[in-house]
């Protein structure tokens, strides 16, 4: 999946779990099993450039919504929704690193990574766009229903 839907997972985990090292875990397993549901992804390998353009509005975007939520919430669950914002990414800051350092960092990290990631979606079947782009939709509606129930 594209950042935001697993920062604002992560992020509305956080407004649930107050155990900072389950938290951790919890978003971190959250990105995975995002990862294993069909989705589209946008290419960041054809041009480092280009891709590193799309990372940098995927990451203001998420940051400019997780911020507009937790905005008028109380500072500890500020704390903990961008801690699990921040676990629920992390996976994919290590696949950054591996694939941008032409794949010098972290392979193993990658290999497990990418095994969630093809678990029911196997490597160059991508489900239809709308199938794709629908998934991420249902995973930050859902997150943004955390929010609202607040
Ligand atoms: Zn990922």
Known sequence: MIITPHVLAGAALGTQISNPVLLAVYATISHHVLDMVPHWDYDILSSKKTGARKIAFDIALSGIVTFALIWNLPFQTQAHALWGGFWGILPDGFLALY?????????????????????????????????????????????LNVFISL
């Open 99 to 143: 694939l941008f350092s032409d794949k010098k960092y972290f392979p193993r990290y990658a290999q497990l990574h990418n095994f969630f990631h093809r678990l029911i979606i196997p490597k160059g079947h991508a489900p239809h766009f709308a199938i794709g782009l629908g998934t991420q939709i249902i995973a930050v509606l859902a997150a």
